[in-house]
Every structure is written in structure tokens, then in C-alpha cells.
């Protein structure tokens, strides 16, 4: 868990006073919401468990009284400073109940580059991944999944980045504490509103 301290310390460092403040606000998922995740997906990394114990989602997230949209994560859109929230354990479970198909992209001989060749041709299937991400203007522009099923090239638990228009999947990490490190390793630039 020394990865997800680290990631925490130098996120609260990185958020504005005000994103500090309602993120603050935010608890960890319940021993039982956890133990649905681990059950319907045994390979769930131990960082994103521990992530979710400390808090469970930024994303429209209701905690008691005070509801908070605070993006706490990113990706390589735009050079690292496109920001993402993190789902709920019962928003991740929800999402991921849906096949994300990608055979329709590979369907265009000019468009071989819209899914990364680590990634199953078939698609992402129920069960055999984690939509844990959503980019800031509530996911339509790009998502991140925790693949659990990758093609002979790819490795289990690889990143994947979904974004729309062209659509494209692509690995960004093969681990999601390599994604994690990543974001620390790149100062959170995806908070800094000034790049």
C-alpha cells in the first residue's frame, strides 16, 4: 500500500484548496462492497482495493449530506493533462456488466491503429474487466478499464484507454500500479488547469 499512500499524499498535495476540501468529505467502500469486487474479480489489483478504501469514487459521489466531482486521476490524452474521476466500487460493478465492443473498429482497414493489437480483438467481456475511470465530462470523451482478458501481446490487468472520435483503444499501462506510478512520476499535471 506504500504505492497508494504516496499517490494520496502527493494528490492532496497537487488539488485546489476547494477540491481538497470535498474530497475530504469522501470515506472509504464498504468490507462488503469490496468483497463483491474481489469475488466477481480475483485479480483486482490490491492498489485499486486500497484506493477504494480510502475513498469510494469522485465521481457524482454522495457522501452523507455533500455530493463531490473531483477528478483524481488522468491518462496520455492530451499529454497527460486530460483529468479523470474514479468510479465507486457499485458504479464500477454496475459498468462493467456491459461488453465494450471493438470488433467494429477493426472492421476498417484504415483504421488498423484504432485498437491496440494487446488487446483482445473480440472485445472487452463482462467479468473480464473493470471499468474503473471516467474523463471529466462524464465519460463520453474517454474511459480506462482494467483488462483481464488481453491478446497473446498483452499482459493481465493491462490499462486500457478508451477515446472517442476517432474511437480508439490502446494499452497505457500494464499494471494499474504502473498507472499509478505514472501519474505520480508525471506531477499530476493532469490537475494543473494552467498547462
Not at 492532496?12 to 463483491?36: F, M, P, Q, R, Y
Not at 494499452?171 to 506510478?181: C, G, K, P, R, T
Request: aromatic content about 12%.
Amino acid at each position: 500500500m506504500d504505492l497508494v499512500n504516496r499517490f494520496l499524499n502527493g494528490l492532496k498535495a497537487a488539488l485546489s484548496t476547494e477540491e481538497l476540501e470535498a474530497l475530504n468529505t469522501a470515506w472509504g467502500a464498504t468490507k462488503e462492497d469490496i468483497d463483491t469486487l474481489r469475488a466477481e474479480y480475483p485479480n483486482c489489483p490490491e492498489s485499486l482495493i486500497g484506493l477504494l478504501e480510502s475513498m469510494d469514487g469522485t465521481y457524482w459521489r454522495n457522501y452523507g449530506e455533500k455530493e463531490i466531482t473531483v477528478c483524481i486521476l488522468g491518462s496520455d490524452v492530451e499529454e497527460g493533462r486530460y483529468p479523470y474521476y474514479l468510479l465507486s466500487t457499485q458504479q464500477m460493478l454496475e459498468s462493467s456488466k456491459e461488453e465494450e465492443d471493438v470488433s467494429y473498429l477493426l472492421e476498417y482497414e484504415d483504421d488498423e491503429d484504432a485498437v491496440d493489437s494487446k488487446i483482445n480483438p473480440e472485445g472487452l467481456f463482462p467479468g473480464k474487466y473493470i471499468h474503473f475511470s471516467d474523463c471529466m465530462n462524464n465519460g463520453g470523451t474517454s474511459r480506462l478499464y482494467i483488462d483481464f482478458n488481453p491478446s497473446d501481446e498483452g499482459v493481465c490487468g493491462q490499462i486500457v484507454r478508451f477515446l472517442h472520435d476517432p474511437d480508439e483503444y490502446e494499452v497505457i499501462a500494464n499494471s494499474f500500479d504502473e498507472y499509478l506510478q505514472g501519474l505520480l512520476d508525471g506531477g499530476f499535471v493532469f490537475l494543473n488547469e494552467e498547462e
